[in-house]
């Protein structure tokens, strides 16, 4: 354990003496910061004394010259488009109408007017550039088909009741025959399942590149003279692992501070539903963290060992960067039928569970036995894992000549007489 503890230790200190480590931990925070504020950034370019909403930009002119809608378009501000409408009755034409588009006095023009057969309406829609619009927005188009027909209803002296008939309220509500009840948004879950990837598979992937470095400026041989390859590679893995979790924490927290703090009060909420945030499905997002972790850190510490070069590293790793994300895909994308049997299996795959499981937990739909032969199968992949990665790396780890190949370390694997191992 002394020894153990001692390459925890150097391996802790030598991540944080990296400057590549600490620089690129900085700009990371640097980005969360700059892109949290980045609308207190915009604002703060506003010229003193607008008003947000009754600028010049938020303005949209409609003309309804031949009074179609008969006064009803002054419902418009009433509907909370977005805009200021400003509803006139005069002539305008798109020769009037561009000159006040391109000086901002207004932002888009509606002109309205009767198809030249008498059948219908037509709404010209006038705005600076088209370039990401082919049609008339939605929220338009929805918003004067409401209104004309309420002008027309309105001439048919019917009573509220009658009116009210004719535009029922549609309720929808979706129930499913699976006894499996969903709870959450399928879509926040699955951005937190790729941000719990992106953690555990970065965390992991630079166990491979210290092994690797050391190996390289022969620090190795001396780590080998001293103590059993079985504790370096634990402890590299150990230490990596408790400045990967640290760093992903910082990086979380203050994201969400910032969010918190810079975004406008409320939408933090609206987007995450913080209710089922709890310390139990913490505990297990941290347990899934720490296991996720261990299993790809140790296939990174084999890949590692068998290379003498550091260029070489980004190869070697190919194999296992496939199955990482084969897992996340697999759980990636049966997160959006949950219920199904191809989402129990990716909760259970060693590979795919560490990134499945936690949100199977957080949607209420993994069952106790579930999450228990989940852990218990990546217990027993690590084992697995580590006694192949540690066998082969007692073997390989002073081979400075040519990588070692996928024959040369099922040798290394079946020599028992290993006296290092």
Do not use: W
């Not at 002539?91 to 509606?110: C, F, G, H, N």
């Not at 927290?253 to 406008?264: E, F, G, H, Q, R």
């Not at 913080?274 to 972790?293: D, H, K, N």
Request: charged share 15%.
């Amino acid at each position: 354990m002394h020894d153990l503890g001692i390459v925890i230790a150097y391996t802790i200190k030598d991540m944080l003496k990296k400057k590549t480590f600490l620089i690129s931990n900085l700009i990371i925070l640097l980005f969360i910061i700059v892109g949290f504020n980045i609308p207190n950034i915009l604002n703060s370019f506003t010229p003193e004394g607008e008003v947000e909403g009754n600028s010049s930009k938020q303005k949209v002119l409609v003309v309804d010259s031949q009074n179609i809608y008969e006064g009803m378009l002054s419902k418009l501000n009433q509907m909370d488009l977005g805009y200021t409408f400003e509803i006139v009755n005069t002539q305008e034409s798109y020769e009037t109408i561009k000159p006040k588009i391109e000086k901002e006095e207004i932002e888009e023009a509606l002109v309205v007017a009767k198809k030249a057969d008498g059948a219908g309406i037509k709404i010209e829609y006038i705005v600076e550039d088209m370039t990401m619009m082919d049609t008339i927005p939605q929220k338009y188009a929805n918003a004067f088909t409401t209104l004309y027909t309420d002008a027309q209803l309105a001439k048919l002296n019917l009573t509220q009741e009658q009116i009210n008939s004719l535009k029922p309220t549609m309720e929808f509500e979706i129930k499913q025959t699976s006894e499996e009840e969903v709870k959450g948004n399928v879509f926040v879950i699955m951005l937190l399942s790729l941000v719990l990837f992106y953690a555990i598979y970065f965390c992991a992937y630079q166990v491979s590149s210290s092994i690797t470095t050391e190996k390289t400026s022969k620090i190795m041989e001396t780590l080998v003279t001293s103590t059993k390859p079985r504790t370096i590679v634990l402890g590299k893995t150990i230490g990596i692992g408790i400045i990967g979790f640290i760093q992903v924490a910082v990086i979380v927290t203050v994201a969400l501070i910032c969010a918190k703090y810079s975004l406008p009060e409320g939408i933090l909420e609206s987007v995450l539903d913080m209710s089922q945030i709890t310390p139990m499905l913490a505990l297990f997002t941290i347990i899934y963290f720490i296991l996720g972790y261990s299993t790809f850190a140790l296939l990174y510490a084999l890949t590692g060992s068998t290379v003498s070069k550091p260029e070489d590293v980004q190869t070697a790793n190919g194999p296992v960067a496939i199955v990482a994300v084969i897992g996340f895909y697999l759980s990636y994308f049966t997160m959006m039928n949950p219920t199904s049997n191809l989402n129990v299996f990716a909760s259970i795959f060693p590979f795919s569970s560490p990134f499945c499981m936690p949100f199977r937990i957080m949607m209420g739909i993994a069952s106790p036995s579930q999450i228990a032969i989940s852990i218990a199968v990546l217990l027993v992949t690590i084992l697995v894992i580590a006694n192949i990665s540690i066998k082969i790396y007692s073997n390989a780890i002073l081979n400075y000549g040519s990588r070692v190949s996928l024959k040369d370390m099922i040798k290394m694997y079946k020599n028992k007489d290993d006296a290092n191992s």
